[in-house]
């Protein structure tokens, strides 16, 4: 009988240890950060800080970009895929994470973000003239990429690879709790 009681506990603190790290979202790490965790990078949640900008001044700021500790700030990747699953940081954010659908715009507040403008420029050049861009807005187009003249102003939204805010200290310490409360769950069983 004390097998069962000891099995039916830890079977029960397994199922809320995954219940707890299985669902992939958006996370908000506080001081104006965003982690998806799907995609292992942090957002800002003002979606336009500096204003809007050519394509090499934003590449250059986001080069430049320092927020505490944490550097290699850079523009985000975006791909032609429209739809869900879509390997692009701006498409996967657009269709996956914010529920968006293609030709229907998303500005404005947006929860957790504030500001979505109507198109971001991204990492890459299109030819030397040209870079490639993503829309938030515009019927019919938002949810896609799109290239334009490297001189044109566009708003600028800069993520940072991987967590730069680790496990927020409240489910650092709710994960800490649990696992001492299922411990002590079993002990006292056996």
Partial sequence: MKID??????????LLL???????????????????DDLDITWFTDTDSVGP?????ANAWADALTVGSAIDWR??????C????????FNHLFYDELGGTEGTPMTGNVDPF???????WTDSGYDATHAWFFRFSNNGLAGTRDWGAKSTPLAVWAV?????????VP???????SGLLCLFGMSRRS
Avoid: K, R
């Fill in 75 to 80: 523009l985000p990747t975006a791909s032609a």
């Fill in 171 to 177: 489910a650092a310490l709710w994960l800490f709790a």
């Fill in 82 to 89: 429209t739809g869900s699953p879509c390997t692009g940081e």
């Fill in 53 to 57: 900008m050519d394509w090499d001044s």
């Fill in 160 to 168: 940072h690879t991987g967590n730069i805010s680790a496990v927020p």
């Fill in 5 to 14: 009681h000891l099995t039916g506990t830890a079977g029960a603190c397994l």
């Fill in 18 to 36: 995954f219940a707890a790290s299985s669902h992939a979202a958006l996370i908000d790490n506080g001081n104006g950060f965003i982690y998806d």
């Fill in 114 to 120: 504030t500001n979505i403008q109507g198109a971001y």
